[in-house]
């Protein structure tokens, strides 16, 4: 019976990957508490642009959104796809580019689409499904943070008013918890008109400078920018959440991996054991015989 | 009254002051205590608080928004170089 060795060699590389997926787990779990603290830095900044936005759309004319709410005939379609660089993640990069294959489906049939990737994952996706790819942002996570976003999202707006793309929507996965994200898919552009909020009746009474219709006008390629920003942060710390469930499980399945070759290992060694002395205790007979 | 100053990445300043001096779209203008509420743009320029300590801070923003409201002024800056 030559599965002692076998086995043992099995328990060493079990056992070597299971310190590499606990290893990723830990790395993952610090990368995550990291990529929470920017999402919690940013929620101030984000919510009060948007009650400010809505405070003054509040009482200016809804459709005077400017060139960025303009609806159109939409021919060309550009897809927004926020995944990660990385695999080993679970379906965290599989459920962005799947929304995406389903929303053109059903959606944007037969339309020109166009796909900006932010995360090498689904560029290479959506490339072997045939689509085309324009741009692909992959070192954005290398330093993360507004000044790196900014600059494409006012890509994306210029795009957008010079009529390359009619209709824009990001797809990312929003983070819920370190144990859930959630794909969600966003419209971009033409922006959707404020949404009043319900309880206008405690606007206070603000002086406005320049004009209503210019601060919303500056406001919106702010909060446009903002969205984009607060979907890689949300994704980026999908991203870490994600791993970090996958590498827990896959942790956990080398420990119960391990505990069964182990017992293999002793039943075999044990048999061995008994054959060995079986043998001696047969040789020892023939001789006294 | 209370000044915030944020921006998408970091809250850069949050105290108390007794006087601000903010870029406006129209023109460099001054919050005081109970100031009117207010909601202005804010071009690339110098925002100055002086601190209830005294201190005199100043910070260069690319522009943004303030806003004023019952001697609580916010500012929201996309940069603070």
């Known amino acids: 019976m030559g599965g002692l060795k076998e086995v043992r060699e099995r328990i060493t590389s079990v056992s070597s990957t299971r310190q590499i997926t606990s290893a990723m787990k830990m790395v993952s779990a610090a990368k995550l508490r990291r990529a929470q603290d920017a999402v919690t830095r940013m929620r101030p900044y984000a919510s009060k642009l948007k009650e400010i936005l809505e405070n003054v759309s509040s009482t200016v004319d809804a459709s005077d959104g400017g060139v960025y709410a303009s609806e159109r005939e939409v021919k060309t379609v550009l897809i927004v796809a926020v995944s990660s660089n990385r695999g080993l993640c679970g379906g965290f990069n599989a459920n962005v580019s799947k929304a995406i294959l389903k929303a053109i489906d059903e ?100 002086i406005f400078e320049p004009s209503k219709t210019e601060i919303v006008l500056d406001l919106i390629p702010r909060s446009l920018k903002t969205q984009l920003y607060k979907s890689v942060l949300d994704s980026l710390a999908s991203e870490h959440g994600a791993r970090m469930t996958a590498m827990h499980k896959a942790t956990d399945n080398a420990t119960e991996m391990l505990k069964q070759l182990k017992l293999t290992y002793n039943k075999a060694r044990q048999a061995s054991i008994t054959n060995e002395i079986l043998e001696i205790v047969g040789g020892a007979a023939a001789l006294e015989g | 009254m209370k ?49 209830a300590d005294g201190d005199l801070h100043i910070f260069n923003i690319t522009g943004g928004v303030v806003e004023v409201n019952s001697n609580k002024v916010i500012v929201l800056a996309e940069k603070v170089l």
Do not use: C, W
């Open chain 1, 107 to 206: 959606d944007f049939a037969g339309k020109d689409i166009k796909v900006l990737a932010i995360g090498k994952k689904s560029a290479e996706f959506l490339t072997r499904r045939g689509l085309e790819v324009i741009e692909t942002h992959n070192d954005v996570f290398d330093a993360l943070n507004f000044e790196v976003i900014a600059p494409i999202a006012e890509g994306i707006m210029k795009g957008f008013v010079d009529g390359t793309y009619d209709r824009v929507e990001i797809f990312y996965n929003e983070f819920i918890n370190a144990a859930s994200q959630t794909t969600v898919r966003e419209q971009f552009l033409p922006v959707a008109p404020p949404q009043h909020s319900s309880d206008s009746k405690r606007t206070t009474d603000y």
């Open chain 2, 3 to 51: 000044v915030e100053i944020v921006t998408p990445d970091v809250k850069v300043f949050e105290g108390q002051a007794r006087h601000v001096q903010l870029p406006g779209a129209k023109g460099l203008f001054g919050v005081l205590e109970n100031h009117a509420s207010i909601i202005s743009t804010l071009i690339a320029g110098k925002v100055k608080v002086e601190a």
